[in-house]
């Protein structure tokens, strides 16, 4: 009951890139005092669009959901948007998943009051189809897929997320400012799926931040180091939850310049730059 009072929200964000192209969908329900509303955001390279629905277009069943006729689930996405300014239709199907072993919040995930938590339903999955937006014809023949998603009252106030498939596997990696109890802590979580194999990086296994600013982060845990640093801006706005309300801007950048590296037993596994990265950086004490 408190935190219908205070504000909700929940939903899920999935990418789909080629060689070529990157869409991303992030279809949502949110909640601020009685008034419940949803939306389909869609990103692409050039540009973003933000379209709202009333709460009834809303519908849940298990891991699917629908907002007025666009479907969203495990078996792909079927997208018919038709708003001032944008028209997106077409259907993309997803092949096997690629879940992680257990929860990306580890026990974080039994503690009460988080304003935010993080869901992966998918590190990395082939994806088939088209998708016209505005006329412009996304097509995915075997592309790669990520499906990830979120729930709670607002999204961190500073933070900074990437995510990146590259041919032998996947990663993403979230450092935020992290409000519970009266008092403030960074918190982390990330993951490396390499060759079939997943090196997880979290606060809750003793996993900290070494580096931090101008674009780059660097985490440490054990034995185990991870990079990430953006290389250029060129981020679109988005719309975020605070207390339930999709009030706050935010910038993403879906497909932008970005360098990274991973190193266990001082050996360097994985290293390469691209072009392909997704970045959000809002971390506004650390730029």
């Known amino acids: 009951m408190g935190l219908r009072k205070r504000g909700w929200f929940y939903g899920w964000y999935f990418k789909c890139q080629s060689d070529t192209q990157t869409l991303a969908v992030i279809p949502a329900v949110h909640q ?13 390279e050039e540009q973003s669009w933000t379209v709202p629905f009333p709460k009834e277009a809303f519908r849940q069943r298990g891991r699917s959901l629908s907002i007025g006729w666009n479907r969203f689930g495990k078996r792909g996405i079927r997208l018919a948007v038709c708003a001032p300014g944008l028209k997106a239709e077409g259907k993309l199907a997803f092949g096997d998943l690629f879940p992680l072993r257990y929860s990306i919040m580890g026990p974080f995930s039994l503690v009460p009051f988080l304003e935010c938590r993080h869901s992966i339903w998918s590190m990395k999955h082939r994806v088939w189809g088209n998708v016209s937006v505005n006329g412009e014809l996304f097509s995915f023949d075997g592309a790669e897929g990520y499906w990830e998603g979120d729930r709670g009252r607002s999204f961190p106030k500073e933070y900074i997320w990437t995510q990146c498939s590259f041919p032998e596997g996947a990663l993403m990696l979230s450092v935020a400012d992290i409000p519970i109890a009266g008092f403030h802590f ?9 060759d079939g194999r997943e090196y997880r990086f979290a606060t809750y296994l003793g996993a900290k931040t070494s580096e931090i600013g101008d674009g780059k982060v660097k985490v440490l845990q054990g034995r185990m180091e991870l990079e990430a640093e953006l290389l250029e801006k060129t981020g679109k706005p988005l719309k975020a939850p ?10 993403e950048s879906a497909a932008c310049r970005a360098r990274y590296r991973f190193r266990k037993d001082n050996r360097t596994l994985l290293s390469f730059e691209t072009d392909r990265a997704s970045f959000e950086y809002e971390l506004s004490s650390y730029k």
């Open 32 to 44: 601020t005092g009685r008034k419940k509303t949803c939306s389909v955001q869609i990103i692409t």
């Open 186 to 194: 960074q918190g982390l979580i990330g993951v490396v799926v390499l």
């Open 242 to 251: 605070t207390q339930g309300d999709m009030a706050r801007t935010i910038h």
